[in-house]
């Protein structure tokens, strides 16, 4: 063995595990294209709807592509029985994400195709569950709430049905905007620990709800989707007070995070792995939040997020990732904090399976070498 193959490289940084065609991650430019389009330009213009199917075949649909997917996406919106009264057998108390990740597992198990993994039955499987888990994730929110559940409706599209079936009101139409912005741009970013999970659960032969299954495991840490989570509880720890001007608001954010760095925390909702001078998906964000923040009339949430980044910028020159402004926005939106992470799930659910589907066309199975650290050979007394 050569000694660049020994060669120990810690969370695998810096390490190219594989070809993709489906996102191109370039922290130079600061630039994601999904599938060659810039991630922008996709959340200025295109449906949720839109850049799902992309994600998965390539190309965006033509007008006939598009009303077939929609029909068959409302067709599957609704929660089976079954699978309802597993989620009402989890206890309230463990992690929305526990839910996402058995409902997924659940999804798998109901469904018929499950161990086919030819690109046709793949492909609807990912559509399927993709189109039940924003009922998954709505389902768990009312019923930690003490709401009942919301069925979801034909007649609205995607974004605006999941806003429909958390809150049982039609959102407003800047909302819904806003919202398709944020599964848009959570919806797919290369190599990440989860995609890479569903890949590496893929690479054996296993299927693609077990994959996924995985990711969600995989995405709940805080130092990858339970980041959104993080950053809104920053927020309330600092107090969000509706009476505070922008400016004061900023200034006790500052402070806070001085502090904060002082005492060597890690603060969530900033750095990245690969970026390192700015999150390209954080100014499209960004900008959503900011009508958010004009929409519902809250300046003192902007006071907050600037004083925190500019505090961070100053003190260690890190800048946002994308949890950072997208925790606020759901906040504003109404949804419960526990329920950010599963947004991003269903968001994700898109990316992973396009890489399920890759991986499946071209397979190798993952598995690296370690380099041994531990006790000399050593023997068992009297043996
Ligand atoms: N707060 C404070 N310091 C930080 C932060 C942060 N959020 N991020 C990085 N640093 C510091 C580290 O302490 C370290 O400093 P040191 O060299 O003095 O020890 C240096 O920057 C490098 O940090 P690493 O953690 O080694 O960088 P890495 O590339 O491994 O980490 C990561 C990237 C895990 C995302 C990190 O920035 C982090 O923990 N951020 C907070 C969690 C987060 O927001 N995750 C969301 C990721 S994006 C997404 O999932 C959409």
Not at 310 to 334: F, Q, R, V
Request: with cysteine.
């Amino acid at each position: 063995m050569t000694e660049s193959q020994t060669e120990v490289r810690k969370g695998l940084a810096g390490v190219v595990a594989d070809y993709t065609a489906v996102s191109k991650v370039n922290p130079e430019t600061n630039s994601l294209l999904y599938r060659g389009y810039p991630v922008q330009e996709l959340a200025a213009s295109c449906s949720m709807e839109q850049v799902a199917l992309l994600l998965w075949t390539g190309e965006l649909p033509t007008e006939e592509e598009l009303a077939e997917f929609t029909a068959r996406e409302r067709a599957h919106r609704a929660l089976t029985p079954e699978l309802k009264a597993i989620v009402d057998a989890l206890p309230t108390t463990c992690h929305p994400m526990d839910v996402c990740r058995t409902a997924a597992s659940v999804l798998g198990a109901q469904d018929p195709e499950a161990e086919d993994s030819s690109p046709e039955a793949n492909l609807r499987k990912a559509q399927k569950l993709f189109a039940a888990m924003p009922a998954v994730v709505c389902y768990d929110q009312r019923r930690r709430r003490g709401q009942e559940p919301v069925a979801p409706r034909e007649d609205l599209g995607y974004s605006a049905n999941f806003l429909w079936m958390a809150f049982g009101e039609e959102a407003d139409p800047a909302v819904v905007e806003a919202f398709n912005v944020s599964m848009i741009l959570y919806a797919e970013h290369s190599f990440n620990a989860s995609t890479f999970t569903a890949r590496v659960v893929t690479s054996t032969l296993s299927d693609l709800h077990s994959a996924v299954t995985a990711a969600i495991g995989a995405l709940k840490g805080p130092l990858h989707g339970g980041a959104n989570e993080a950053v809104m509880e920053t927020f309330e720890e600092l107090g969000i007070r509706a009476d505070e001007s922008p400016a004061d608001a900023e200034a006790r954010a500052k402070a806070w995070m001085e502090e904060a760095l002082a005492a060597k925390k890690k603060i969530m909702g900033f750095g990245h792995r690969v970026y390192k001078h700015g999150d390209s998906r954080v100014p499209t964000m960004k900008a959503a939040l900011d009508r958010m923040i004009d929409h519902y009339g809250r300046p003192e949430l902007l006071g907050l997020y600037n004083g925190l980044e500019k505090a961070m910028g100053e003190a260690k020159d890190i800048k946002p990732n994308l949890d950072y402004p997208a925790g606020p926005t759901y906040w504003l939106m109404g949804f419960d904090i526990p329920t950010f992470t599963p947004l991003f799930v269903a968001a994700r659910i898109t990316g992973w399976t396009a890489h399920v589907m890759e991986q499946v066309a071209a397979n190798s199975l993952i598995r690296p070498l370690s380099e041994y650290n531990g006790p000399d050979e050593r023997h068992v007394p009297g043996a």
